[in-house]
């Protein structure tokens, strides 16, 4: 049995889970999230956790049963803490501005590229150098600050682009000296 899979998940003071179906849903402080289980896992709620189940021994039901009591745990701490990436801007002339529910950035392209913010998740710039991305949901979290590093990765000769806060961008030497040749 996997053993993430088998490890209850806890239950914070004020946090509630409820399984309707297949569907659990798990409401707390900040909001209400909601999954649908796979065929073949089942969910049992019991007063302070939540445990996950599987009906048989195959190989996929063994896949997502530990995936899935992994989202149940990311659910749950995301209604009680919430998640939050940070990312910085590198470059002269880079910048971010949001416009609405989309982040306008100018990343040294002769466009200015636009990245959606879906529902749930809020983004803060408080300078133009410098963004923000926090929300209930850590995927939806994870895949706005990857899109909005994806517009411009850092590369390694200057370190230019977007990065998330406190990543270290692995350096490459230029071309080598004009004098320096083979003999």
């Known amino acids: 049995m996997s053993r993430i899979g088998k490890a209850p998940v806890d239950l914070p003071q004020g946090v509630e889970a409820k399984l309707d ?105 408080p300078d133009p150098n410098h963004i923000h991305v926090s929300g209930i949901d850590k995927y939806l979290v994870g895949q706005v600050a990857a899109n909005l590093r994806a517009a411009r990765p850092p590369e390694p000769y200057k370190g230019k682009g977007v990065r998330y806060m406190n990543e270290t961008v692995r350096r490459k030497s230029g071309k080598a000296a004009a004098g320096a040749t083979k003999k």
Do not use: W
């Open 21 to 125: 179906g297949s569907k659990l849903s798990c409401k707390g402080p900040l909001g209400t999230l909601t999954i649908t289980l796979f065929d073949g896992l089942s969910a049992k709620i019991e007063p302070g956790k939540v445990t996950v189940d599987r009906s048989a021994d195959t190989k996929e039901l063994r896949a997502m049963h530990g995936t899935t009591r992994a989202t149940v745990a990311n659910m749950v701490e995301g209604v009680t803490k919430g998640y939050k990436k940070s990312l910085e801007i590198v470059g002269v002339g880079y910048k971010a501005v949001l416009q609405g529910k989309k982040v306008a950035l100018n990343v040294g392209f002769a466009n200015i590229i636009d990245v959606q913010v879906p529902e749930g998740v809020k983004v803060e710039i």
